[in-house]
């Protein structure tokens, strides 16, 4: 069981920065692949970032690609989500997750395949 709790939302400024964290309970953080997610009123929760258990490899969606960096700290039990430039389309309630090792691409981007989900944190981005 692992239980995950998000930090860091809050208002932030178009074209600013903000961290997101998301803290692990357990010793088994570092077995998981972690994922970034967000859900925006009216619709369907999208992936945002991807990261392998020892954080060689990362993923991202074409959207935040360039602008955001997922990275962890397994000595931490910690995942980060630094949001560089954000646009208002980046407002929403941001999860992160825990998902299976090894995980295919193909269905890093899916929310069934990951088995922990932290309460959220509500971004908004203002103009």
């Known amino acids: 069981q692992v239980q995950l709790v998000e930090s860091g939302g809050g208002l932030v400024q178009a074209g600013g920065s903000l961290r997101l964290s998301c803290a692990a309970s357990?010793?088994?953080?570092?077995?998981?692949?972690m994922g970034w997610f967000r859900q925006a009123p009216g619709k369907e929760r999208e992936f945002v970032a991807a990261?392998?258990?020892?954080?060689?490899?990362?993923y991202y969606a074409d959207s935040v690609k360039g602008r955001f960096i997922i990275s962890r700290d397994n000595a931490k039990n910690t995942v980060y989500l630094q949001m560089n430039s954000p646009t208002l389309e980046d407002t929403a309630v941001y999860y992160c997750?825990?998902?299976?090792?090894?995980?295919?691409?193909?269905?890093?981007?899916?929310?069934?395949?990951?088995?922990?989900w932290g309460q959220g944190t509500q971004v908004t981005v203002s103009s």
């Open positions: 357990g010793r088994t953080f570092s077995r998981y692949t």
């Open positions: 990261i392998s258990v020892s954080g060689g490899s990362t």
């Open positions: 997750a825990a998902g299976p090792s090894p995980i295919a691409t193909k269905t890093m981007t899916t929310p069934s395949s990951y088995y922990y």
